[in-house]
Structures are given as C-alpha cells and as structure tokens.
C-alpha cells in the first residue's frame, strides 16, 4: 500500500501550486486564479475570479491529466467541467459548460508567490 500512496502523491505533485489560467471564450477571455494542495492526504482546489472564490469538485489526475468541476454565479451562473494536460509548469485544455461549445483553457504555474513579487 505504501507504494501506492508514494505514486498517488508523485502523480499529483506536478499539479500542487497556484496557477494563472486564461479561458478563451466565445464572449472574450476570461482571467481566473486556481490554487491547488494537499489537505489531510487528497488533492483539493479553489478557483477565484469575476469576485468570487470556488470550491473545486471531483479533481482527478491520470498521469499529465486533470479533471475538476467547479460552479460559478459570475458573470453567469454555470457548471463548468474542465479537462486539462499538465506539462511542467504550464497547461492547457478545454472548459465546458453543459451543452455550449468548449472553451480553451491555458495555464502557468506562479513561480513566486502572492506578495513576493511586488
């Protein structure tokens, strides 16, 4: 079982992190901040953008590939589905919100934190 937990946290280390994300959106691109960590042994996540800040839900990775589901009330009120490639310290994928078209989304990793850099 050991093992298994040591791949467990290996596969999700590359994800542990804040990152910058940009959705490209058939209304314009949207800005968004996602924070990921370790929390009592899983991975969890909040989003923040448009003024809010939103739990991240079923985040799963398989190798480079993450998926969470997260909802937003702004600017409208959506359940979004994201599905993402990880690769070093940038990603890039799609958002979906129920039935609309997919979005692409793009990320890097902040190398500094929040502060630090001012």
């Known amino acids: 079982m050991t093992a298994d937990t040591a ?3 290996d596969r999700t280390a590359s994800l542990e992190g804040v990152w910058d994300l940009t959705i490209a959106t058939p209304v314009g691109r949207i800005r968004a901040v996602v924070a990921f960590r370790r929390q009592d042994g ?3 996540g909040v989003a923040s953008g ?3 800040d939103v739990p991240l839900r079923d985040i799963a990775v398989d190798g ?3 998926t969470w589901k997260q909802s937003v009330t702004k600017p409208l009120r959506l359940n979004l589905a994201f599905a993402v490639d990880v690769h070093g310290d940038t990603l ?3 958002s979906r919100a129920g039935r609309l078209p997919a979005s692409k989304v793009t990320g890097t990793r902040r ?3 929040v502060g630090e850099a001012e």
Do not use: I, K, Q, Y
């Open 7 to 9: 791949t467990d946290t």
């Open 42 to 44: 899983s991975l969890v």
């Open 50 to 52: 448009a003024g809010e």
């Open 64 to 66: 480079p590939h993450v």
């Open 92 to 94: 890039e994928g799609a």
């Open 111 to 113: 190398t500094t934190p």
